[in-house]
């Protein structure tokens, strides 16, 4: 059974209307987290970020996640930050640009966590928030979602494109009305000093 909508394709492996969401933040989870809701499918919150520098910054994303969840009374699932473990994945890459070959591991580490939690707490499909964003790979997500699949057999990385079908502008709109913090570098101290301003 797939749910369909006519201003976004919704494809939703197995027609389940539970899923775990990976959150990256609040902006990028916000249109994609109504659109959901808007078709019947309840998403629980999963926040597991280890690459955020500092920990100020993380807590500040942290506790927007929160603040979103809790005025739509969804489920928020606390992960560690595990930042010094995070290091250790992206060892030798510090240096690679935004897009890179640190990225793909970044995007591994995190989804890797977020498929364990799946496949111990009874989900059949995950997704994540991370490729709202144009400055990341939408290719390095969804090898990395379906890497992180592939250890467990009952679980499916749903590889929707959130990109499409207005959720851009939808965002926005939604920043503005939940006056939602939007940071302006990715996350990891690697990432920081770029004068590109709003980091969508
Ligand atoms: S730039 Fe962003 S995606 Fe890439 S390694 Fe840093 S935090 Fe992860």
Redesign the pocket.
């Known amino acids: 059974m797939m749910k369909k909508t006519s201003a976004l394709e919704i494809e939703v492996p197995g027609g389940e209307t539970e899923i775990l969401l990976h959150v990256c933040c609040a902006p990028c989870s916000s249109a994609i987290v109504e659109r959901l809701l808007e078709h019947g499918i309840r998403p629980t919150m999963f926040y597991y970020n280890p ?2 520098f500092l920990v100020e910054e993380y807590e500040k994303r942290k506790g927007e996640c929160f603040r979103h969840t809790q005025m739509l009374n969804l489920d928020f699932v606390d992960a560690d930050y595990e930042h010094d473990k995070w290091l250790g994945e ?1 060892r030798g890459f510090e240096s ?1 640009p ?3 070959a ?2 793909l ?3 591994r580490q995190r989804l890797m966590v977020s498929a364990l939690y799946a496949s111990t707490h009874n989900f059949k499909v995950f997704a994540t928030t ?1 490729a709202t964003s144009r400055w ?1 790979s939408l290719k390095q997500i969804v090898e990395a979602g379906e890497y992180a699949a592939s250890f467990f057999p009952e679980l499916t990385f749903w590889a929707q494109n959130w990109r499409k079908g207005g959720l851009s502008e939808r965002r926005n709109e939604l920043v503005r009305l939940y006056g939602f913090y939007n940071q302006s ?4 101290e ?2 920081m000093n770029r004068d590109r301003g709003n980091f969508m």
Do not use: A, M, T
């Open positions: 690459n955020i992206v690679e935004e897009r890179g640190r990225c591991k970044c995007f991370l990341k570098y990715c996350g990891c690697f990432s």
